[in-house]
């Protein structure tokens, strides 16, 4: 069923892909579509076709392809771009960030395959150990009426409470994960970037995210000839990513007080330092548009290139966590069998 989906999701976006380029080419939106359908899946084909009883209809594209399975920062690239008079573009960009996050996604689940595997072996060595070799141990001390060293003792107590310490563990870490949950999701957008921003490790990471996209946008927004208020309204009307949505909003009500548009990015924690200086120079030489977009472009490649060291070292470290775990494991059967061998001597 898994399977199915992902290759329903993988089809949907090289469907608006291909979109993308035949409107490039100077197809006309109904030509498009009606020859994307001719290769398209049975499903594909009604969704199609739901798109197009949508356009008859007056709505938008963004509005349009609600029901196909993009991730919310992809259809919002949809909605700008349309906005801006650049779908073709629109349409390309966002099947290349949900290619880019699926295939992100394949990345992890790659990597972390060979450590769930030791970790299900883990599990089976601990139920073998409870159910036959800590069994056998202790029969073995009561047959030679003695008790066991200190240490083996230890590691026996061990193996028996450790299936429940683990799975108290996981019920706890479960039950206090939908709890923070819950209590996040009734935040508001900037109150839920805030607890992020909490957290040092990921802090400099949402902070150039949230510039990334904010620069991006506006870059080619203002390059249509929009004023920055008239950009900041763009922002403000679509609904895919509320924290833009309420952003622009706070922005445009600052802006209508009086308040300096590279005063206000500079007293906010969520964006870089940088930002603010690349807006007042933009600014000064008239190039805002341009720069915002360059600098996204920046922000873009760093991004990327720290996840792929992030994914890069991920892996070494669970293979490290999970090998001593099993080490110690080994350990556990291993030291009293030679104090065993060392009482009989």
Known sequence: MGTVREKQKVEQVQFLKRLGELLNKGYEMDQALSFLAVHASRELQGKITGLKKDLREGKTLWQSIEPFSLPGEAQSFVYFYEEQGELSEGLVSAAQLAEKRAYT????????????????????????????????FKSLYATMESSPPWLTQFFFQFLTYIPYMLIGLAMVGFIASMLIWKQYKKRSPHDQIAVFLKIKPIKATVQQAISYYFSLQLGRLLETGMSLQQALNVFEGQDYLRFFKEEARWMNNELERGESFIAYIKEKPYYLDELAAIVENGMRTGTIASDLQQYSEWLYQEMDDRLQKGVVWLQPVLLLA????????????????????????
């Open 322 to 345: 999970i090998g001593a775990f099993v080490f110690g494991l080994f350990l556990v059967v291993m030291l009293p069998m030679f104090e065993m061998i060392g009482s009989l001597e």
């Open 105 to 136: 996604k394949k990345q992890l689940q790659k990597l972390l395959r060979y450590p769930i595997f030791l970790l299900w072996g883990a599990a089976v060595v601990l139920i073998v150990l409870n159910q036959f070799v800590v069994p056998h």
